[in-house]
Every structure is written in structure tokens, then in C-alpha cells.
């Protein structure tokens, strides 16, 4: 063999070689793709979850200020946990 057929047998197998590398990276970076994207759908039901939580220990908060300290304010805002919580598996449940 020649060293110009040798010459065009390795560039052949390198552009193969790069292409199919390619594609592998085109591959993963759609995969790491769809997972930021469902990344940001968890972050924002997290943000949108933290501020119903940070409102309900407010409205406790002013509760505890104005009347008290009542354990029945306790335990109203852990029922309205509670049914909040179970209205929410009921929904992601259809």
C-alpha cells in the first residue's frame, strides 16, 4: 500500500469516527436538555408550594399575635395542612 492510500483510509476512519462522536454528544445534550426542562417545572411547583406554606405560617403568626397562644390555632393550621395535602394527592391521583 502507498503511503496515500493509507493517508485516505485514516482520514475516512477519522470522519467516521468524529461524526458518530457527533452524534453521541448531539444524543446527550437533548437528554440534558429535557432534564433542565423538568428541573424547572419541579423548581417552580417547589417556589409556588414554599410561598401557600410561608402564607399559612403568616396567617398563624398573626393569630398567635392578636389571640395568643391557642392550640387550637395549632391545630387549625395543621388540618388545613392535612387537607391540603390530601386534596392535592387526590388530584395528581386522575
Do not use: C, N, P
Request: proline residues 0%; aromatic residues 12%.
Amino acid at each position: 500500500m502507498t503511503s496515500l492510500a493509507r493517508s485516505d483510509i485514516f482520514f475516512i476512519i477519522t470522519g467516521v469516527a468524529v461524526v458518530a462522536l457527533s452524534l453521541i454528544f448531539l444524543v446527550i445534550l437533548i437528554y440534558v436538555a429535557y432534564i433542565m426542562k423538568e428541573l424547572h417545572h419541579i423548581m417552580r411547583v417547589v417556589h409556588r408550594e414554599s410561598e401557600l406554606i410561608s402564607e399559612d405560617i403568616a396567617e398563624l403568626r398573626t393569630k398567635v399575635a392578636t389571640q395568643g397562644f391557642k392550640w387550637s390555632s395549632i391545630f387549625i393550621f395543621l388540618r388545613k395542612l392535612w387537607r391540603f395535602k390530601s386534596s392535592k394527592k387526590k388530584r395528581d391521583d386522575f
